[in-house]
C-alpha cells in the first residue's frame, strides 16, 4: 500500500514564499511521475509541477519561474518550492505519486491534501 504524506501549507502575502514537501511510502516502483496538483474553490484539479524518475519536469505556465520541484529518489520525498506567491495561487495543494507498471499502465495516488492561502 502506498502512502503520501504531505507538510508545508499555511498562509503567505503575497510576494512571499512556501516550501510544501511530500514523503512516499510503501511499494514504489522505480518507475515512477511524483508532484503536486492543486485545487481551488470551484475549480478542477491542475497541475501544478511534476517531475519523472530521472528528472524530467513539467510545469504549469502559471508557475513557471516561480516554482520549483525536486525531488529525492533515494528517500522518495517531492518538495516545492513557491516563490513570489499570488493570490491565485491559493489551493488545495495535494502530492501525486504515478507508477507506471511493466504492462505500461499507470495508477495514480494522492496525499490527503494542503492548504495554501495567499492574502494580505
Known amino acids: 500500500q502506498v502512502q503520501l504524506v504531505e507538510s508545508g501549507g499555511g498562509l503567505v502575502q503575497p510576494g512571499g514564499s512556501l516550501r510544501l514537501s511530500c514523503a512516499a511510502s510503501g511499494s514504489i516502483g522505480s518507475i515512477n511521475v511524483m508532484g503536486w496538483y492543486r485545487q481551488a474553490p470551484g475549480k478542477q484539479r491542475e497541475l501544478v509541477a511534476v517531475?519523472?524518475?530521472?528528472?524530467?519536469?513539467n510545469y504549469a505556465d502559471s508557475v513557471k519561474g516561480r516554482f520549483t520541484i525536486s525531488r529525492d529518489n533515494a528517500k522518495n520525498t517531492v518538495d516545492l518550492q513557491m516563490n513570489r506567491l499570488k493570490p491565485e495561487d491559493t489551493a488545495v495543494y495535494y502530492c501525486?505519486?504515478?507508477?507506471?507498471?511493466?504492462?505500461?499502465?499507470?495508477?495514480?495516488?494522492w496525499g490527503q491534501g494542503t492548504q495554501v492561502t495567499v492574502s494580505s
Open positions: 501525486n505519486l504515478h507508477l507506471i507498471g511493466a504492462d505500461g499502465l499507470g495508477t495514480d495516488y
Open positions: 517531475m519523472t524518475s530521472v528528472s524530467s519536469t
